[in-house]
């Protein structure tokens, strides 16, 4: 039975296995031996192996020469390689790995050995698969790699761009990532004409370039340089020069050494902004396909946060115009210094809803009005002149009724018209009285308190009078304050962005205004007001001031 076992696994067995005697002939194979070295079934068996299976120098097939395996294993110690090889019926050569071993001492055939042995070919084969495999996928990690730092370098740029509405500073910030990642030096022209100006430039190297961009008589265009502006200005694509490298450095190309430029438009549909140079010297490599459309892409993007900036300004500038045609010509008041001040924000769009007003109403009283309208853009300023136009409309059409009264019928009219989501104001008005006084009454409509300064210096937020916003609750009864003024006594009203900032509390800019109002307070209205917008304002808000000045004392 054991025998039996052993004939089965041998004839069965995946990997070739024959035994040679002590003269090297074959005396028995497997069939996986005789299919592997391409013998017909039985015809293995009584073959020399050391003389029909191993090479031999001097055969002509330039194969090296092997040892027997009888010698491998005289001394009775099994033998192994894995670069052999075996010669197939045809005389063709078969790559294996084989195992030798002495055949066992109690054997009926004497001594000798058994060789077991597979193909490695295919072996080999599937592992060189498997490292061109693995090649390609280490040349695809690699390149995914650069991929996502090249998404993650443009997205920085992307940055830089949007992350400022001052086109200058975008531009600078811009040039500094272009170099050394794209060039060794990047210059961005801008302009209508044919001859635009430098705006930004950098370059890899400290010092080489002067601080400004714009002095161009140190440091002029080269010719060529400025023929390609021209051309790319005019419509013309993207522009690709090679210089001599030995050029005097009294120009920009000389300065900086440069050996190859390219010039990029900075266009967006058929709107050329300006152009975008990028120079390698003599040691970069030169410019490649995949460069170029970089550069092209980086164009694209930078003309398109120029054209954000354009419109965004051309919109801050309608709307800063629209508001200031309907702020008010203020009134000649006998007896009465008015002066009035608006400043739009600076930086953005944060235009619109401050307002201010004077006007006359019935018996020479004088109504002063400061305002503010929830919202930053053109459509509340015009809520604010509906708003505006309202109260004017409200207050001359029953000039009997007090401040509060005004403000509460103006509350009810903007729930029912939408005039404004939600706003703020100060309904003042002024009334000349005996000898020259002048009395004062006011409401609140969650505004900050209007600001009296004495002829003294004594400084007076006046806080009575207060109510909600309007638009908060409609019809709610709305107090109204009132005092005498003394002679030469100011009056300020003002909108938030005078005494409210991101850095500044509302509680210490009230604090900063009276104390600078204390010292100025000398100055003629139109001056004061100016000087408290220019000292005391925000610049990202709008800041709108009206006041009024009783005469002195005689």
């Known amino acids: 039975m054991g025998d039996a076992l052993m004939s089965d696994l041998f004839a069965g067995a995946r990997a ?68 052999a090889v075996l010669l197939r019926a045809d005389g063709s050569a078969l790559q294996v790995w084989w195992s030798a071993a002495p055949l066992p001492s109690d054997a009926r055939h004497g001594s000798g050995a058994v060789v077991v042995f597979h193909d490695v070919s295919a072996q080999r084969e599937r592992d060189g698969q498997r490292a061109d495999r693995y090649a390609h996928s280490e040349t695809m990690r690699e390149q995914a790699e650069y ?19 001052k086109a200058d500073e975008a531009l ?37 370039l002067p601080a400004h961009p714009s002095d161009t008589h140190s440091l002029p265009d080269a010719p060529a340089h400025a023929e390609a502006l021209g051309r790319v200005m005019r419509g013309d694509g993207i522009q690709h020069l090679t210089p001599p490298t030995d050029r005097p450095g009294s120009d920009l190309l000389g300065a900086v050494g440069a050996a190859e430029i390219v010039v990029v438009p900075l266009r967006l549909r058929t709107t050329t902004f300006g152009a975008l140079t990028l120079i390698r010297s003599a040691a970069g490599q030169p410019y490649n396909e ?11 993007r930078t003309a398109l946060g120029l054209e954000n900036t354009r419109l965004h300004t051309a919109q801050a500038d309608i709307a800063a115009t629209l508001q200031r045609a309907l702020l008010t010509n203020l009134p000649d008041v006998p007896g009465l210094e008015l002066a009035a001040h608006y400043q739009p924000a ?6 619109g809803g401050d307002w201010y007003d004077a006007f006359p ?49 103006l509350d009810t009219a903007q729930a029912r018209l939408s ?28 505004h900050p ?49 005078l005494i409210e900032s991101r850095t500044q509390s509302l509680d210490a800019g009230m604090t900063r205004l009276r104390q600078h109002i204390t010292t100025h307070q000398h100055l003629p209205l139109p001056q004061l007001c100016a000087q408290l917008a220019r000292e005391l304002g925000d610049t990202r808000d709008d800041i709108t001031l009206i006041a009024a000045r009783t005469p002195p004392r005689n």
């Open 419 to 446: 005039l404004a989501d939600s706003a703020t104001t100060v309904l003042a008005r002024l009334r000349p009285g005996d000898a020259g006084s002048w009395d004062l009454a006011w409401s609140i409509a969650g």
């Open 172 to 208: 600078r910030r811009l040039v500094r990532l272009l170099v050394p990642r794209l060039a060794d030096t990047a210059v961005i022209h801008l302009g209508e004409s044919h001859t635009p100006e430098r705006t930004a430039w950098a370059h890899h190297a400290p010092d080489v």
């Open 16 to 83: 070739g296995m024959y035994a040679v005697d002590a003269h090297g002939v074959v005396i028995a194979c497997n069939p996986w031996a005789e299919r592997l070295l391409g013998y017909a079934p039985h015809t293995l068996i009584g073959v020399n192996a050391d003389q029909a299976l191993h090479p031999h120098s001097g055969d002509g097939l330039r194969l090296p020469a092997q040892r027997s395996v009888l010698e491998d294993v005289a001394l009775g110690k099994r033998s192994s390689g894995d670069r």
């Open 147 to 165: 991929d996502l730092a090249e998404i993650a370098w443009l997205a920085e740029v992307t940055l830089a761009l949007v992350s400022t509405l």
């Open 449 to 497: 308190p209007p600001l009296l300064i004495t002829a003294d210096g004594t400084t007076t937020y006046l806080t009575s009078g207060k109510s909600l916003l309007l638009g908060v609750r409609p019809g709610t009864e709305r107090p109204t304050a009132g005092i005498q003024l003394p002679p030469g006594a100011t009056l300020l009203l003002y909108t938030d962005g």
């Open 346 to 351: 600076q930086h953005a769009a944060e235009v």
């Open 290 to 300: 995949a460069d170029r459309v970089v550069a092209e892409e980086v164009a694209r």
């Open 361 to 409: 109403l019935e018996g020479g009283d004088t109504a002063l009005v400061i305002g503010d309208v929830t919202g930053h853009d053109i459509q509340a300023a015009s809520r604010m002149s509906e708003l505006r136009n309202m109260l004017r409309a409200l207050a001359v059409d029953r000039p009997e009724e007090r401040p509060g009264q005004i403000l509460r019928r």
